[in-house]
């Protein structure tokens, strides 16, 4: 079989989309099916990476602003949707395809219908329910999202495959699952865990580093933030990590994210791919919203008694907020209890589940 990945990373999009299309991309080729990438050269992008393991069609960077178009998130493409339309369908034609994979908020059914060559099947995975999709089937990981929610977006009969249980998670997550889940029962807080994603353009670990002092934390806590290397604000997050009142360490671009979440006790994390495989290793976290579409996730995870809330990442009383959610966590009671519900919802084998019904579709 032949599958084709469309995604993109960027400053403005981060890198979650084609993370975990790479995870599905590495399990499908060790069942022996060729994988090729199409994506744009945007700036913040992961092309070096993704073609070191896989063929990878370049678009060209875009040049000027993008046209005002619906959906929400058409600016992430970084030009209009028939462009891109027209210049992946021309990349695509390179080779035959029996499935595209599309994992960008930026694209609706009037680019799928355009891109997609005949006879080619499509899969769509999404986080947002917000906008139609001419797919053959769709995987929305997300907690909160049923099937019922995507009834008026996909064509009829679609299969819609939703909820953590089909998280596109790395293998090490279900590998390190038990170990995790034994090492932390009883141990405590002693190491804090912080990682907000692979670009953290909003500056988040910084607002969340200068929130700390004040909260009620151990005096031998110590502090992990995990970075991306093309972070803005790295430089002061490491200059900041030397005056905290707990020895931090900063650690950037890292290939062990299992091992180290197994070793954490507590985690703040954003509300993205990130959530799944905290909840896969029991890790109790607390969830900061650093973007409007990851309310919802964060929400639906507080309301399963699986993360703390602290709400928006820039509202006023956002520091006060996180330290009350530390003082909470502290508790052991809490802290076993965030972990026992986080771990119910994800088990780490969201790949195989996919894969399976991949499989069947393209029998089909």
Not at 58 to 81: C, I, K, M, T
Request: hydrophobic content about 45%; charged content about 20%.
């Amino acid at each position: 079989m032949h599958v084709a990945f469309r995604a993109d990373a960027a400053l403005t999009i981060g890198t979650g989309h084609v993370m975990r299309c790479l995870t599905l991309a590495r399990a499908l080729a060790l069942q022996g099916h060729n994988c090729r990438f199409v994506c744009r050269d945007l700036p913040g992008n992961l092309n070096r990476q993704i073609a070191a393991e896989f063929s990878l069609s370049s678009l060209p960077p875009p040049h000027g602003p993008v046209p005002a178009s619906p959906p929400a998130h058409a600016a992430w493409a970084g030009v209009g949707w028939a462009q891109d339309a027209a210049e992946t369908r021309t990349a695509l034609q390179a080779a035959p395809i029996d499935w595209l994979v599309l994992d960008h908020y930026a694209f609706d059914a009037r680019w799928q219908k355009t891109a997609l060559p005949d006879g080619t099947k499509l899969m769509v995975i999404d986080d947002l329910a917000d906008r139609p999709h001419a797919c053959d089937l769709l995987l929305d990981q997300n907690l909160g999202h049923e099937p019922e929610d995507y009834e008026a977006l996909v064509p009829a009969g679609t299969p819609c495959l939703t909820g953590p249980r089909y998280a596109l998670l790395r293998p090490e997550f279900a590998a390190q699952r038990a170990q995790a889940l034994a090492g932390r029962a009883g141990r405590g807080l002693r190491h804090l865990l912080i990682s907000m994603g692979g670009v953290d353009t909003v500056d988040a670990t910084l607002t969340i580093l200068r929130a700390l002092p004040g909260a009620p934390l151990p005096e031998n806590l110590e502090i992990a933030v995990i970075m991306g290397a093309q972070a803005p604000a790295l430089e002061q997050v490491r200059a900041l990590a030397g005056e905290m009142p707990w020895r931090t360490k900063v650690v950037v671009d890292v290939r062990d994210m299992a091992a180290r979440m197994g070793q954490a006790d507590l985690a703040i994390g954003a509300g993205g791919g990130t959530t799944w495989e905290r909840c896969c290793l029991g890790l109790p976290s607390i969830i900061v919203q650093i973007a409007e579409n990851q309310a919802g996730i964060a929400q639906a995870l507080a309301k399963a008694g699986a993360a703390l809330d602290p709400g928006p990442l820039h509202t006023p009383d956002f520091a006060h907020r996180l330290r009350a959610a530390l003082a909470d966590a502290r508790d052991p009671g809490r802290m076993a209890a965030l972990s026992e519900n986080a771990a119910a919802l994800c088990d780490g084998e969201g790949v195989g589940r996919v894969l399976s019904i991949f499989g069947q579709g393209a029998s089909a």
